[in-house]
Nanobody, 126 residues
Framework: VQLVESGGGLVQPGGSLRLSCVAS????????MGWARQVPGEGLEWVSG???????VYADSVTDRFTIYRDNDKNTVYLQMNSLKPEDTAMYFC?????????????????????WGRGTQVSVSS
């Protein structure tokens, strides 16, 4: 399964970015989609997820700032990131997650992730 992310870049604190992730049609229509991020030397942090019915979940650290949505016609999931902070700096990865996976405070169980993209870098700095 191929996932291709785009939309990362350098932005000032308070700014916005929109990340995109394109998946194959077959995969996309059957999958919960998620975004996670990682800073070098630190663990993976799940940011958000959206299931096939459009139900959304968010990490506490991004609630009210980030919005996840999917366009089924384009096989694409987006992450709109507003009011960005320096601590949002990370590599952001898109993932497909097995249907029925349950989101907890730690995000989705790693065993239920079926594929990962290669990531797109987000840097928030003045």
């Amino acid at each position: 399964v191929q996932l291709v992310e785009s939309g990362g870049g350098l932005v000032q604190p308070g700014g916005s970015l929109r990340l995109s992730c394109v998946a194959s049609q077959f995969t996309f229509m059957r999958s919960t989609m998620g975004w996670a991020r990682q800073v070098p030397g630190e663990g993976l942090e799940w940011v958000s997820g959206i299931d096939v019915n459009g139900n959304r979940v968010y990490a506490d650290s991004v609630t009210d700032r980030f919005t996840i949505y999917r366009d089924n016609d384009k096989n694409t999931v987006y992450l709109q990131m507003n009011s960005l902070k320096p601590e949002d700096t990370a590599m952001y990865f898109c993932a497909t997650v097995a249907g029925g996976a349950k989101w907890t405070r730690g995000g989705y169980p790693s065993a239920q992730v079926t594929s990962w993209g290669r990531g797109t870098q987000v840097s928030v700095s003045s």
